[in-house]
């Protein structure tokens, strides 16, 4: 299949949800392990949510990358690929994500905050799957990961 003719207007909401999964796989994986260090460090929720964040992209980034570097492609281009195709995506996802805890009262209570963690990574998945079904019908984000798949 051609996919230079191909237009992407018809974008299914099922590619936007399997790119925002890709997405939110990465971002819990790296939120859930800053978590953990920071508490195993001792550390308070500034220094704990920050490195969260770091380890969001880097874990959604690696993800991304992986399956483009399955396909052969070259290192430096995969990486340019992976940034264009996730950085607006894990930042909506993140900006939800924390912004639901950091907004709602007694959210860092830790019982509380282990429902309000799936709760505000559910959200964020509502929210940023419309936004990557947008990016994907410009040809942008994951549609630029597509070619490789």
Not at 22 to 39: D, F, R, S
Not at 73 to 92: G, H, K, M, N, P
Not at 140 to 146: I, L, N
Request: aromatic content about 10%; glycine content about 10%; proline content about 2%.
């Amino acid at each position: 299949m051609d996919h230079g003719s191909h237009t992407h207007t018809g974008v299914s909401w099922q590619t936007a949800a399997q790119a925002t999964l890709h997405c939110l796989t990465g971002c819990a994986i790296g939120e859930v392990l800053g978590m953990v260090i920071g508490t195993a460090f001792g550390w308070g929720n500034v220094p704990t949510t920050v490195l969260a964040i770091v380890l969001a992209f880097f874990f959604g980034y690696a993800l991304t990358l992986r399956g483009i570097l399955k396909a052969g492609v070259a290192f430096r281009t995969a990486f340019r690929v992976a940034l264009a195709a996730d950085t607006l995506s894990i930042a909506v996802m993140e900006l939800i994500d924390n912004g639901v805890i950091a907004l709602w009262p007694a959210a860092m209570d830790a019982e509380l905050a282990d429902a309000l963690f799936w709760v505000s990574l559910a959200i964020a998945f509502v929210v940023t799957t419309p936004v990557n079904k947008w990016m994907i019908g410009r040809g942008k984000g994951h549609a630029v990961v597509h070619a490789y798949h």
